[in-house]
């Protein structure tokens, strides 16, 4: 019986913390110039309000306006999900470099 008890109180233990992160995207860059980076994060109480959808655009966004308007290239996208017994904790990280003009 003691047995028992302890495999499900280890049972329950497993699922309440854990973390994992995998890229969406990467890109090969033969000329890099100015790397630029944005993230952003977010902490959903019992799963009810995750990073939206528009979250990817707005990082590119903002990668765009790091380098003055011009072209961004090699951009890389990963997400990062911590979870834990109330909710999981969401990290979405872009970067990429500053195109160089050509001339």
């Not at 003691?2 to 995207?25: D, M």
């Not at 630029?36 to 765009?64: C, G, M, N, Q, Y």
């Not at 790091?66 to 109330?86: E, K, L, R």
């Amino acid at each position: 019986m003691k047995k028992i008890v302890e495999v499900l109180v280890l049972a329950s233990l497993l699922p309440t913390v854990g973390c994992f992160t995998y890229p969406v995207a990467a890109t090969t860059v033969t000329k890099p110039a100015r790397h630029v980076t944005a993230h952003a994060s977010k902490f959903s109480f019992l799963w009810l309000s995750p990073l939206p959808v528009e979250t990817a655009s707005r990082l590119l966004d903002e990668l765009i306006e790091q380098c003055d308007g011009a072209d961004v290239t090699g951009v890389t996208t990963a997400v990062s999900v911590g979870f834990a017994v109330v909710g999981q904790q969401e990290r979405m990280m872009a970067s990429g470099y500053c195109a160089e003009p050509d001339g």
